[in-house]
Each structure stands twice: as structure tokens, then as C-alpha cells.
């Protein structure tokens, strides 16, 4: 049997958006109301086959960034990939979502991602609309709206972001 791969992901966003939550939903199938705040980085792993092959997804939990030039670029060394992650109720958040791609793409190139629009489960309060994801899908971005709470396209988007990374 061949050495499992190993990649390093990057959960990457403003604060409150939902990281936390959507590892925890994915790594440990939960959701919790409590809101905990991420100090530094907080490190999961969970093993997924990809093309038949076992693969050590190691996710990174870093601390939301409203404060772009705060985040920590050295917690990006490595990866192989990163999830964006914004909150649909807070259009700011998308904003910071976008910048941070920015400053990863300068600093590291192109790395496979996606772009969660989270919280899905409360649309009808949404700021983001659907012509806003539209616009971005135009723009060639990979977007996904998301839900830590139901679970809605939480797997699916780890999923085909750990096929992207090891492609």
C-alpha cells in the first residue's frame, strides 16, 4: 500500500464567519451555538480517499482577519490549498474574503481554493445576494454557499477541494 499524502488546507476569513464551525462540522460531523474564538491557529486532521488513495487532510483553523494586514501569511506556508470563508449575513466579510485571496496569491501564487459563502441556513438575512455569487462565478472564482449548521455543502466543498490539491 502506498504512503498516505498528507496537505495542508487553510481555513482563511473575518471573524465570526464560520471557520470553526465548518471544521468542526466536517472533522467531527457537530455544530455547536457556543462561539469560541480562535486565538493564533487551531489544527484538525481528517482522512479522505482520493482516487483511491488515503490522503491526511491537516486543516488550519486560523484566527479571523477583519484587520487584512494582521493575519499571519506564515501560517499559509505549506499548503496545498486554502477555504475563503465569509459570512452571507455581512457583505463586509466578503470583502475581507477577497482581499485576503489577494494577499495569498502575492505571497504564495495560485493555490486551489474555494469561497464559502456561509450560513446558509439563514438566507432570508443575507447582504450577499445570488447576482453577487453569480458575479463572482463569472469571474472565475469557486464559489459554494455553505452551512456549518445543517452541513449543507460542507462535506461536498472538502471534498473536491482535497481532489483539487492533490490533482
Known amino acids: 500500500m502506498t504512503e498516505a499524502l498528507q496537505k495542508k ?7 465570526s464567519v464560520g471557520k470553526t464551525s465548518l471544521v468542526q462540522r466536517y472533522v ?24 483511491q488513495r488515503q490522503v491526511n487532510l ?4 486560523l484566527a479571523g482577519e477583519d484587520d487584512i494586514a494582521s493575519l499571519r501569511m506564515s501560517y499559509m506556508r505549506g499548503a496545498a490549498g486554502y477555504a475563503l470563508v465569509a459570512d452571507g449575513m455581512r457583505r463586509s466579510t466578503l470583502d475581507v474574503a ?7 496569491e502575492k505571497d504564495y501564487g495560485p493555490l486551489p481554493f ?3 459563502i456561509n450560513k446558509h441556513d439563514l438566507k432570508d438575512q443575507w447582504e450577499i445576494s445570488d447576482a453577487d455569487i453569480g458575479q463572482l462565478r463569472n469571474e472565475g472564482l469557486w464559489v459554494e454557499t ?6 449543507e455543502n460542507v462535506e ?9 490539491t492533490t490533482a
Do not use: N, P
Request: hydrophobic share 50%; glycine share 6%; proline share 0%.
Open 114 to 116: 474555494v469561497l464559502l
Open 98 to 104: 477577497l482581499e485576503l485571496r489577494k494577499r495569498v
Open 156 to 164: 461536498q466543498a472538502f471534498a473536491s477541494l482535497a481532489e483539487r
Open 146 to 151: 455553505s452551512s456549518a449548521r445543517t452541513g
Open 28 to 51: 467531527q460531523s457537530i455544530f455547536s451555538e457556543k462561539y469560541l474564538t480562535t486565538v493564533g491557529v487551531k489544527i484538525d486532521k481528517k482522512v479522505v480517499a482520493v482516487h
Open 9 to 15: 488546507i487553510c481555513m482563511i476569513g473575518g471573524f
Open 58 to 61: 491537516i486543516l488550519w483553523d
